[in-house]
């Protein structure tokens, strides 16, 4: 059983957090890479790298920076953030700040990380991509760059299968963290929560939990898949 070196982009807060704690829990060493730092850090084998990874340069010292002192196994593809807008107000800046943060900087870690993933034989990526790739009002580049990252994980299952990769997607829905709440006005998120068909919202242990059973060395069975973890608002009628 390989000893799991996991980085997760934007585990500073909400879900990424969530994420490092059950990784950290599990005996993993973790490595958060955020612009955030962390109010306090985790306990056990946590390391944080501070990078803006909406900025390519900056992303790939990083990432080749941690490449160099640790064989990550565990990429988590989660940091995130909504760029809010209708169409008539997407800006040349939010499209790349999108792009960047969600497409460039997840092929950035993956280059970084091959090649220690196929020394050893073993490998897991999970890409954090969202309901919204569904259909959402003002999220074109959220909602846009998220659907892209399954297309990235289907491509990456076909390619690193051989090699003990397994590369999976997850696609939250309303998970009430501070970010949602402050990119959804409340009786926005107050219908979003309503759709849900379990009759809550979620929180980060819902989707750490899945991506848990993704991260499992026992699962490598399971690649090229995207699961919507969204208490059922992904089966349709959502005011998204």
Not at 108 to 118: G, S
Not at 127 to 145: D, E
Request: hydrophobic letters at 45%; proline letters at 6%.
């Amino acid at each position: 059983m390989p000893n799991l070196v996991a980085v997760v982009t934007g585990g500073t807060t909400g879900i990424g957090e969530g994420i490092c704690a059950h990784l950290l829990a599990a005996g993993a060493t973790v490595i958060n890479v955020d612009i955030a730092r962390p109010d306090l850090p985790l306990k056990g084998d946590y390391h944080f790298v501070q990078a803006d990874l909406t900025d390519p340069a900056t992303t790939r010292a990083a990432a080749y920076d941690i490449a160099s002192r640790f064989k990550v196994n565990v990429l988590v593809n989660n940091a995130g953030f909504p760029t809010p807008g209708m169409l008539e107000e997407v800006t040349d800046a939010a499209f790349d700040h999108g792009v960047n943060l969600h497409l460039r900087a997840a092929v950035i870690f993956m280059q970084a990380f091959l090649p220690a993933m196929k020394e050893q034989r073993f490998g897991r990526v999970v890409n954090m991509s969202s309901r919204s790739i569904l259909g959402k009002k003002a999220r074109t580049v959220y909602a846009g760059t998220k659907a892209a990252l399954v297309a990235f994980t289907r491509s990456w299952a076909l390619e690193f299968g051989e090699f003990g990769i397994t590369v999976n997607a997850i696609s939250p829905g309303p998970v009430l963290t501070a970010l949602f709440k402050k990119n959804n006005p409340p009786e926005v998120a107050r219908k979003l929560v309503e759709n849900c068909i379990v009759g809550r919202g979620g929180t980060p242990d819902d989707v750490a939990r899945a991506a848990m059973f993704f991260i499992s060395p026992d699962n490598s069975y399971v690649t090229g898949q995207t699961l919507h973890v969204c208490g059922g608002s992904s089966l349709g009628g959502a005011p998204w």
